[in-house]
């Protein structure tokens, strides 16, 4: 079985920071793996580990200044990465859902994975929406919001669990191939260590542009533009007392007696 990772370095903000017309200016910025794809590696390597999987594979779309953040994969286990970037990608102030649904698809479509994990969502635009999506356009079986999924395929079906609203969870047989997006909490992730930091220099990234998958340029021009960037202001100010438990809770009590709620 060959699984496909999707995965995504995000930005990462530091508690003060400055806006600069639609951005946050660079020197208040770093980058991370994003955290919902870190566990999405972490079920693609058990299962290798399991004897489930033969090959785990990753992709993602960015720029050079990437890779080194998407090596953090490969240093977890990942036996390979594919990065797809191109210049028509350069001006895009937004990828929307669509436009990575039809660069990721061409990517599983080359690939032909028995099944593909992503994070629920992304840290930084938060769409929540990609790994359906992608499993729409491929005509492959999905399960959204998988919290747990057995390390055992019987007859080509992942058995998993799923969280809904209200906190209610579905248990479910899924056909493959298939889409799943992994859930927070599902596994615990592993440190690369450094051996496998190591290891993962030496592995194999292929970088592929928007021609060598067959995906037209017109196809990755979004409907959404950013038009504003701000922090919002607070609709309420905190109050921290500090003293003993005794102290704080008399201050406490006259704050309240004196807006009402406390007699």
């Known amino acids: 079985m060959k ?136 005509g492959a079986q999905w399960g959204a919001v998988v919290n747990h999924l057995e390390h055992e395929f019987d007859d080509g079906v992942a058995s998993v669990r799923r969280e809904l609203e209200g906190g209610v969870e579905e248990l479910t047989d899924i056909e493959l191939p298939a889409v799943l997006t992994i859930q927070t909490g599902i596994n615990e992730p592993r440190y690369a260590s450094l051996r496998g930091i190591r290891q993962a220099q030496r592995k194999e990234l292929d970088v592929q542009g928007l021609a060598d998958l067959g995906v037209d340029e017109g196809e990755i021009e979004g409907d959404l533009t950013l038009t504003d960037m701000y922090e919002p202001e607070s609709e309420s100010d905190a109050t921290i007392w500090e003293g003993s438990p005794e102290e704080t809770a008399a201050e406490l009590g006259e704050m309240l007696r004196n807006k009402g709620v406390a007699p």
Request: charged residues 30%; proline residues 1%.
């Open 3 to 138: 699984i496909l990772v999707t995965v995504k370095e995000v930005a990462t903000v530091e508690d003060e920071f400055e806006i600069e017309g639609t951005e946050i200016a660079d020197q208040y910025l770093g980058a991370d793996l994003n955290e919902w794809d870190d566990y999405a590696i972490e079920e693609a390597v058990q299962l290798q580990e399991a004897g489930v999987a033969d090959e785990v594979v990753t992709v993602t779309i960015g720029p050079e200044d990437c890779e080194q953040t998407i090596r953090q994969a490969l240093a977890k286990g990942a036996d390979r990465a594919v990065r797809v970037w191109d210049d028509a990608l350069e001006g895009v102030d937004l990828l929307d859902v669509n436009a990575k649904t039809q660069i990721l698809s061409a990517v599983v479509e080359e690939e032909d994975p028995d099944l593909v994990l992503t994070g629920v969502q992304a840290g930084d635009d938060s769409f929540a929406a990609t790994g359906v999506s992608v499993a729409e356009e491929i």
